[in-house]
Structure formats: C-alpha cells, structure tokens
C-alpha cells in the first residue's frame, strides 16, 4: 500500500466497498504503476477533479484519460503565482469545467438524481443533514478554532496527522461545507459545528 499512512483509509474502502488492482496485492509500487492506476481509475468515474497540479503532475495524466474516455474534467483554480496551480489553469484553458465547489460537479450530472429520487433540501426541511466526520477530519476540525486562520503546515503540526491524511481531510471537510481555503493555502473554519 503506497502511501503506507493511507492504510486506515483503504481499510475503511475495503469494508464498505471494493479495492480494486491490477496488480497483485502487496506489489511494490514503482514508477510504472502510477499511470496504469490513474488509467483504471478515469476509466471508472463520471468525472475527474483536479485540485491542485504542477504541470508535470500525476493528476494530468488522470485527466488527460478521463478526457480520452469521454468523462468530465473538472479544475479548482488556485493561485496565480503557484507553480502547483499551473495544471489546473491549464485544465480550464483546454476545456476542463472550473470548479468553485461540490455545486459545479453535482449541476453536471443532474441527471444521476432526479427530483423524486433526491431528499429533500435544507431549504426545504428547514434544518442541515447530519455530517459524520471521520477521525482525522474530526482532529482537524478541532484545529481549526472558531475564527482562526490557520497554514496547512500549522494544522499538520498541531493535528499530529501525517501531510497526505491532513490535505485528504481538508478537502473533505472543504465539501461538507466545514471548512474554506484563503488564498496561500490558508484554512479557516466555516461556522457551525463546535
């Protein structure tokens, strides 16, 4: 397993759902298996999100076959002086569907949930769902205090999580709403859940 902290994460997929390879489990992973993986993958979504990517980055070649298969590319945009936004720019010059939030990807498959398979919305009900948090997410969020503004190396410091478990938690924690980046890869917390 590659990274080795991402092992909770792929037990927990493993338990409710599937992990899928092409390889034999335990396999090292090398240079070559990297591209293959990001092939199989573009090959079994809807859609493709880049978050952030240099442009010699592993996720342009995820983008690049989900493009080739006929899926929807979509781009975050970042900073423009950031080497590891460059990708992204790319992406959304050549056609890739800029995204701003969990909105631009859901109003492009609109088709997956029709009105009468869809629960009810928040403004219908008057009230938000609930938002399970996973641990990490959890520590992070705790991190993150009420009204503060915090770098993503001071939240890896202060949470004690690995660099791939804290940006992982962050994002989701960014599409539950919880949580939003400033400029300069900055987080600071939405409101709400104390």
Same mark, same amino acid.
């Given at each position: 397993?590659?990274?080795?902290?991402?092992?909770?994460?792929?037990?927990?997929?493993?338990?409710?759902?599937?992990?899928?390879?092409?390889?034999?489990?335990?396999?090292?992973?090398?240079?070559?298996? !990297? *591209?293959?993986? =990001? &092939?199989?993958?573009?090959?079994?979504?809807? #859609? $493709?999100?880049?978050?952030? /990517?240099?442009?010699?980055?592993?996720?342009?070649?995820?983008?690049?076959?989900?493009?080739?298969?006929?899926?929807?590319?979509?781009?975050?945009?970042?900073?423009?002086?950031?080497?590891?936004?460059?990708?992204?720019?790319?992406?959304?010059?050549?056609?890739?569907?800029?995204?701003?939030?969990?909105?631009?990807?859901?109003?492009?498959?609109?088709?997956? !949930? *029709?009105?009468? =398979? &869809?629960?009810?919305?928040?403004?219908?009900? #008057? $009230?938000?769902?609930?938002? /399970?948090?996973?641990?990490?997410?959890?520590?992070?969020?705790?991190?993150?205090?009420?009204?503060?503004?915090?770098?993503?190396?001071?939240?890896?410091?202060?949470?004690?999580?690995?660099?791939?478990?804290?940006?992982?938690?962050?994002?989701?924690?960014?599409?539950?709403?919880?949580?939003?980046?400033?400029?300069?890869?900055?987080?600071?917390?939405?409101?709400?859940?104390?």
């Amino acid at each position: 397993m590659f990274p080795p902290e991402n092992a909770e994460l792929f037990e927990r997929i493993a338990a409710n759902g599937a992990v899928i390879s092409q390889f034999p489990f335990n396999r090292p992973a090398d240079k070559q298996s !990297f *591209p293959i993986r =990001n &092939r199989i993958v573009a090959g079994m979504t809807l #859609g $493709t999100v880049v978050v952030e /990517a240099n442009l010699t980055s592993g996720a342009l070649i995820t983008a690049n076959f989900a493009n080739e298969y006929g899926r929807q590319v979509f781009a975050v945009p970042g900073r423009i002086d950031s080497p590891r936004s460059k990708g992204c720019h790319d992406l959304i010059k050549k056609g890739a569907k800029l995204c701003e939030g969990i909105e631009d990807i859901l109003s492009e498959f609109e088709y997956l !949930f *029709p009105a009468s =398979n &869809r629960p009810a919305s928040p403004s219908e009900t #008057g $009230t938000l769902p609930g938002l /399970a948090l996973s641990d990490n997410e959890a520590k992070v969020l705790a991190v993150l205090g009420a009204g503060e503004e915090r770098s993503v190396d001071e939240v890896i410091r202060a949470s004690g999580l690995p660099a791939s478990a804290v940006n992982v938690s962050l994002f989701s924690l960014e599409m539950k709403k919880l949580v939003r980046q400033l400029p300069g890869k900055i987080f600071t917390r939405n409101g709400g859940r104390e």
